[in-house]
């Protein structure tokens, strides 16, 4: 089973950038699609980015692309999320979620980190 855990949340500046990473322990199979969701406050939770651990595609909102990278190091089987150009409307518990099929509904991804707060001030 394998458990996630992010850092790298906090509170920065419309404008600013912040680096969240998410740690898997266990196993993180050549199959999986490793994907980052976001919470707002009063918000559904929704898709924000994902990256498939073996060959690297990626896919992202419409809302975060051009803003946000999503990328892996396999070795340290971690997945990171680059967020630059933030926006007050960023703001959100981020979550790092893993599943086996390359999509965005949150219904498919079986395991999920604690979260970590992101907070834009403006």
């Known amino acids: 089973q394998v458990q996630l855990a992010e850092t790298g949340g906090g509170s920065v500046q419309a404008g600013g950038s912040l680096t969240l990473s998410c740690a898997g322990s266990g196993r993180i199979y050549s199959s999986a699609v490793m994907a980052w969701f976001r919470q707002g406050p009063g918000k559904e939770r929704e898709f924000v980015a994902l990256?498939?651990?073996?060959?690297?595609?990626?896919l992202y909102a419409d809302s975060v692309k051009g803003r946000f990278t999503i990328s892996k190091n396999n070795a340290a089987n971690t997945v990171y999320l680059q967020m630059n150009s933030l926006k007050a409307e960023d703001t959100a518990v981020y979550y790092c979620a893993r599943g086996s099929h390359y999509t965005s509904n949150q219904a498919e991804y079986v395991n999920w980190g604690q979260g970590t707060q992101v907070t834009v001030t403006s």
């Open positions: 990256i498939r651990w073996h060959s690297g595609s990626i």
